[in-house]
């Protein structure tokens, strides 16, 4: 099975935001204030991850964080602006810098 070029792009940023979610993951300083912020139990996640708009919101956290948005991409190895275009293919906000 062949994927259309914007399927493939989704299933790219689908896999950035996972690997986001393993960062915020890996710090338990991290996850625990994306949980609070998101108003989910840290037990939930699991559960929760794959709804429709789990990943978005991953993303829009880490976007919210300047920081840790330029640590999760030099850990990745990515651009950030690779980040950015996968958070808003799967839905997330513009980034503040956008509008500045």
Known sequence: MT???HERNRAAAEDIAARALAF????EERLTRFAALAGIDLGQIREIAGQPGFL??????????EPMLLAFAA????????????AHALGAGPWERDHA
């Open 24 to 27: 915020l993951a890996a710090d």
């Open 56 to 65: 978005a919101a991953v993303m829009e956290h880490l976007m919210g964080d």
């Open 75 to 86: 850990e990745e190895g990515v651009k950030p602006e690779v980040v950015v275009r996968a």
């Open 3 to 5: 994927l259309r070029p």
